[in-house]
């Protein structure tokens, strides 16, 4: 089995979803010890946001994309595939701004592919990822405490 573990925390050590993400991924693992982890820190490693050369790659063939288009067009596939080739996900998520780290945002948007990931229909959007598993680790804290 292979888990993808997803952190996207600015805090370093001093994350509340980077210490909880990281638990459940051990007691996993506990429960599991042939899981097979991948993990990645999407604060130190970020990916870019979404640009013109993104949305353009998108409708671009491979061969007449410019070196923009190819770069992220490479991105976005590669994020995909690490994605997909996961049977589940544990993402640690903060809460900032009322919202997700724009880290994370950048990455769903990677993986947010319709098509791919989901598809639309009458009743409204339907995963295609399966049994695939997400647990999503979220926190809240500091200014947004009460």
């Known amino acids: 089995m292979k888990l ?15 210490q909880l993400s990281r638990e459940v991924v051990e007691a996993w693992k506990a429960a599991d010890p042939s899981v097979e982890v991948v993990y990645r ?22 061969e007449a994309r410019d070196a923009a288009q190819a770069f992220e067009a490479k991105l976005s596939a590669e994020t ?9 996900v ?3 998520a903060p809460m900032y701004n009322f919202s997700v780290p724009t880290q994370l945002k950048s990455w769903i948007d990677r993986v947010a592919v319709a098509g791919k990931t989901f598809r639309y229909t009458e ?5 295609l990822c399966g049994d695939k598993k997400v647990v999503l680790v979220s926190t809240a804290g500091g200014l947004h405490a009460g």
């Open 123 to 127: 009743a409204g959007p339907q995963g």
């Open 41 to 62: 820190d999407l604060a130190v490693d970020a990916i870019a946001h979404f640009s013109s050369a993104t949305l353009m790659a998108a409708g671009t063939p491979e």
């Open 4 to 18: 993808l573990h997803i952190d996207s925390s600015i805090l370093g050590d001093n994350s509340a979803s980077r």
């Open 90 to 92: 544990v993402i640690g």
């Open 80 to 88: 995909l595939e690490e994605f997909l080739a996961a049977d589940a």
